[in-house]
């Protein structure tokens, strides 16, 4: 089943990209992100103040410029390959919309067990859909209780819907 942009990513409104910026700050280290692109399975392109595109990735917790403009951003993206499928998964998005999972307006997909951990897959059994708070606020919190976490400790996280 093929996926298109729709399928794939988002642009998020001021509120949620300002709430993005704000929630991950702690990560970032920066105050002059502008998210524009929000991709469906948690991750978040934004702008600095000198025009550089960085990568946030929500579900790992991780950001690193990725494009020194907008349109080299946009360029990268229009070419496809393997950034495109790293940033986006349209084929992990395919095998979601197979298993019945299909993300509507204002959702996305959130990993349950996320990536920073060892038992982590690419599965669609592993993803759930739910709100763009969700995931993209919820993670920086989560990611927050995990901070200073030495690798390797055991833990233990509930689901709670």
Request: net charge negative.
């Amino acid at each position: 089943m093929a996926v298109g942009w729709r399928d794939n990513a988002f642009q998020p409104g001021k509120a949620l990209a300002g709430a993005i910026a704000d929630r991950w700050s702690w990560l970032t280290k920066r105050g002059d992100l502008e998210p524009f692109l929000c991709s469906m399975l948690g991750d978040v392109f934004a702008a600095d103040g000198d025009g550089q595109v960085h990568w946030l990735c929500c579900s790992a917790a991780d950001v690193r410029q990725v494009a020194a403009s907008r349109a080299a951003f946009d360029a990268i993206c229009a070419r496809g390959g393997d950034e495109v499928d790293e940033w986006f998964g349209p084929k992990l998005i395919a095998r979601l919309h197979a298993a019945g999972k299909v993300a509507g307006p204002g959702e996305a997909y959130m990993f349950l067990t996320l990536p920073i951990f060892a038992e982590c897959s690419f599965e669609p059994e592993n993803f759930k859909v739910m709100s763009v708070n969700d995931v993209f606020i919820g993670l920086a919190e989560i990611h927050q209780l995990y901070l200073g976490i030495p690798d390797g400790t055991k833990v233990r996280h509930w689901i709670v819907d």
